[in-house]
């Protein structure tokens, strides 16, 4: 198996398993709404307005499985036809997944648990989420290959803030028990501040070969 075959494999089903928590959560919340579940204070908000959560899984789901193989190298570079329809789609989804969120942090009832402060950090996020993609797309629109891949991957790296929110929350619910406010709010936080680190380090890692390529260029150039 070569590297970029291992990759290629390696990659997209990391995303994917981490994906897999909130793409279940979207789907048992679809599940209660199709099936006619009982309508208890958790839920109430999603039967009174069920369009925007029934999108919100939806197209999160796409974008999160769907987006894990744009980072197969490989896979990529083969098709790249399949990259830039597929590209479209997850532009979409990403949008429709973003703009969703905002709308029920803004217009849907708050839960016990969810105070202004990570209604905050919710509205920050889902907002950098839309403007990262906007910046991706009007960058390939310009055929600047590395800023479409940096904002997408920052872009990619917010939506699947709720893979990484299910470790962070988790792991604290086993140590300590169930968090206040506070703690929901740092936690949730954390978890996107981890995703955008690495995003960072993605971005700076793929950067080192085009960068000493135009190192060589320059010294070649200087030599003539």
Same mark, same amino acid.
């Given at each position: ?56 899984a ?17 896979? +990529? $570079? %083969?098709r790249?036809?399949? /990259?830039r @329809? ?7 989804? *990403? #949008?429709? &997944? ?42 390939? +629109? $310009? %055929?600047?290959?590395?800023? /479409?891949? @940096? ?7 917010? *939506? #699947?803030? &709720? ?62």
């Amino acid at each position: 198996m070569t590297s970029s075959t291992k990759w290629d494999k390696l990659i997209p089903a990391a995303i994917i398993l981490f994906s897999v928590i909130p793409v279940l959560g979207g789907a048992q919340r679809l599940a209660e709404l199709g099936g006619g579940a009982e309508i208890t204070p958790e839920n109430a908000r999603f039967f009174a307005s069920p369009v925007p959560v029934v999108l919100h899984a939806v197209t999160l789901s796409v974008y999160t499985i769907l987006g894990a193989f744009q980072f197969a190298p490989g896979f +990529r $570079r %083969r098709r790249p036809g399949w /990259h830039r @329809a597929a590209g479209r789609l997850l532009v979409l989804c *990403g #949008l429709l &997944g973003a703009l969703t969120g905002l709308w029920m942090t803004v217009f849907y009832p708050k839960p016990a648990d969810v105070g202004a402060l990570l209604t905050g950090f919710r509205l920050v996020f889902g907002t950098a989420w839309v403007v990262f993609i906007v910046l991706g797309f009007a960058a390939i +629109r $310009r %055929r600047d290959v590395t800023g /479409h891949r @940096a904002w997408m991957i920052r872009g990619f790296a917010i *939506g #699947l803030g &709720g893979g990484t929110q299910a470790v962070t929350l988790g792991t604290w619910l086993v140590a300590v028990g169930t968090p206040d406010r506070l703690a929901k709010a740092l936690l949730m936080l954390a978890a996107w501040l981890i995703n955008l680190a690495v995003a960072e380090w993605i971005i700076r890692r793929q950067a080192l070969p085009t960068r000493a390529a135009a190192k060589v260029r320059v010294t070649l150039e200087e030599t003539r």
